[in-house]
T-cell receptor, first 112, second 113 residues
């Protein structure tokens, strides 16, 4: 049972464009929703995270939009740069002591 | 701080061989976990631990054993390797007292022939 569904599987964006990656979850007990960024040959690293008490969180060019009623959240990368080319994973968990459940990943390629 | 370290970085095994993937962290994190990453399947949890002496199974535990004798170390053992265990393995750690960042190691790429 895939508890966190992520789309698209891959994404090609022109430099300066907006990259949008979507995730949907099933478990209403999830209360922590991070996004991880992974470069080839490296481990994932936390990019940005949100709790369900807010509908949006912005850090620089990266924004999470959260829709609790639809059980969906998305990552928006504004002014996408070639250095943003990486694989992005959404995740969810129930509380701080619980394991993260990851989406299947989105491979983003930003063309110069 | 070195963060989360993993050894080896690459390993090739023959079917039926055993080995231990090492993981250590120097951040005094209570929570440690092992994931495997396969194309198109994201990261799947194998085993996790919320403290020394406490371990539990994740989503895909079959064929793997773990133990947690110290806060710093969390080794993953493959008792009898199978080709289906060919994957990239990541160890991670975090604090458990709140919604804290989970830190990942650099990974071990394992090939089972």
């Amino acid at each position: 049972q895939q508890q966190v569904k992520q789309s698209p599987q891959s994404l090609i964006v022109q430099k300066g464009g907006i990259s949008i990656i979507n995730c949907a979850y099933e478990n209403t007990a999830f209360d922590y929703f991070p996004w991880y960024q992974q470069f080839p040959g490296k481990g994932p690293a936390l990019l940005i995270a949100i709790r369900p008490d807010v509908s949006e969180k912005k850090e620089g060019r990266f924004t999470i939009s959260f829709n609790k009623s639809a059980k969906q959240f998305s990552l928006h990368i504004m002014d996408s740069q070639p250095g943003d080319s990486a694989t992005y994973f959404c995740a969810a968990s129930r509380g701080g002591r619980r394991a993260l459940t990851f989406g299947s990943g989105t491979r983003l390629q930003v063309q110069p | 701080n070195a963060g989360v370290t993993q050894t080896p970085k690459f390993q090739v095994l023959k079917t039926g061989q055993s080995m231990t993937l090492q993981c250590a962290q120097d951040m005094n994190h209570e929570y440690m976990s092992w994931y495997r990453q396969d194309p198109g399947m994201g990261l799947r949890l194998i085993h996790y631990s919320v403290g020394a002496g406490i371990t539990d199974q994740g989503e895909v535990p079959n064929g793997y054993n773990v133990s947690r004798s110290t806060t710093e170390d969390f080794p993953l053992r493959l008792l009898s390797a199978a080709p289906s265990q060919t994957s990239v393995y990541f160890c991670a750690s975090k604090r458990t007292d709140s919604y804290n960042e989970q830190f990942f190691g650099p990974g071990t790429r394992l090939t089972v022939l």
